[in-house]
């Protein structure tokens, strides 16, 4: 019998409720350690710990079936994959936010202006959507400081609760897009019935925490 891959996030935010999601799903493995592969020992599946950067490409390749990460990696490495189900955690939205004493009041005065983001791909749609003509400054993280900086006049990045921005001095302006956990499969995974299998055990879960 075939053995199906589902890769999850090795460590960070998503991490924990994607094993527990699993384990409620009646599936026995390990969790990370320093082995990237961890077989479940009670149905025909493999799960791959990595960055939840790779995911999206791993699952679109074919290297991992499935794949648990959040909309807001999806969106912004425009692969082609089915949406299989929303998991309820992990929520979060792209925002775009100024410092305290920004002279910004509207969209519009965003045109001239920097923002800097690990998002750059979201971000350069909404500003084409909402004609701004701004400079997208891409850097690979600790967005929130780079206002104090001097480095941008705006960030675009992810909030939850906004703690991070106001502990920078920053307030949130504008929504891109809102995110939660998703789990993903190749384009036409949803046929296969180990799929499905797993999908409805994955719902019943989900009813139950309703
Ligand atoms: P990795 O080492 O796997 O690349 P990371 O640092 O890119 O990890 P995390 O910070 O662990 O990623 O966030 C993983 C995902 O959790 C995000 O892509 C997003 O979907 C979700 N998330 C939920 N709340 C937040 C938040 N407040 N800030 C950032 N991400 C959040
Ligand atoms: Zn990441």
Same mark, same amino acid.
């Given at each position: 019998m075939k053995t199906l891959k589902i890769a999850i996030q090795k460590?960070?935010?998503l991490n924990e409720k994607s094993v527990e999601l699993l384990k409620n799903c009646g599936l026995s493995f390990e969790n990370y350690?320093?082995?990237l592969i961890s077989p479940v020992s009670n149905f025909p599946l493999e799960i791959l710990f990595l960055r939840d950067d790779d995911i999206p490409e791993y699952v679109q390749d074919g290297i991992a079936d499935l794949g648990i990460v959040g909309e807001n990696v999806i969106q912004e490495t425009e692969v082609k994959v089915s949406?299989?189900?929303?998991?309820?955690? !992990?929520k979060c939205s792209l925002k775009v936010a100024i410092t305290n004493?920004?002279?910004?009041?509207?969209?519009?005065?965003?045109?001239?202006k920097s923002i800097a983001t690990t998002y750059p791909v979201i971000l350069g749609k909404f500003l084409q959507k909402n004609s701004i003509d701004a400079d997208i400054r891409t850097i690979s993280?600790?967005?929130?400081?780079s206002p104090g900086l001097g480095l941008a006049d705006a960030i675009c990045d992810l909030v939850s609760t906004g703690g991070t921005l106001k502990s920078n001095g920053l307030k949130a302006f504008a929504d891109v897009m809102s995110s939660e956990a998703v789990l993903i499969g190749r384009k !036409?995974?949803?046929?296969d019935i180990l799929i499905q299998e797993l999908i409805q055990r994955i719902q019943s879960v989900l009813r139950a925490k309703e």
């Open positions: 460590s960070g935010r350690k320093s082995s949406y299989l189900q929303k998991l309820g955690f !992990g004493n920004s002279d910004i009041e509207q969209l519009s005065d965003l045109n001239g993280g600790s967005v929130e400081i !036409g995974s949803e046929n």
